[in-house]
């Protein structure tokens, strides 16, 4: 069974940086796109950044040269490198990966990590 499990939220002053993870547990399956949203109370789920197997990068404007995405495929890991956090970036942040298994491919979520960032 695949697993998808976040870590590295939690609290931090404006201005300061996290590094969250984004495991994935399991064995017979290919990774393609790993990718990180954020959702805060009362608004859409919005997607953050992306990096696909081959390396390629997406950032949400809100992000952009504040957060890095990377990933480790040796340990299966991604990561999301927040600098410069902002009352705004205050949200849940959940891993979205890709996940091919023979030929079927399908995506799984996280079960989420709070970030919370005080002004």
């Known amino acids: 069974q695949v697993q998808v499990v976040e870590s590295g939220g939690g609290l931090v002053q404006a201005g300061g940086s996290l590094r969250l993870s984004c495991a994935v547990s399991?064995?017979?399956?290919?990774?393609?796109?790993m990718a990180w949203y954020r959702q805060a109370a009362g608004k859409q789920r919005e997607l953050v950044a992306q990096?696909?197997?081959?390396?390629?990068?997406y950032y949400a404007d809100s992000v952009k040269g504040r957060f890095t995405i990377s990933r480790d495929n040796a340990e299966n890991t991604a990561y999301l490198q927040m600098n410069n956090l902002k009352p705004d970036d205050a949200s849940v942040y959940h891993c979205?990966?890709?996940?091919?298994?023979?030929?079927?491919?399908?995506?799984?979520w996280g079960q989420g990590t709070q970030v919370t960032v005080s002004s």
């Open positions: 990096i696909t197997s081959s390396a390629g990068t």
């Open positions: 979205n990966v890709e996940i091919q298994v023979v030929t079927l491919k399908y995506t799984i």
């Open positions: 399991g064995s017979g399956f290919n990774i393609h796109t």
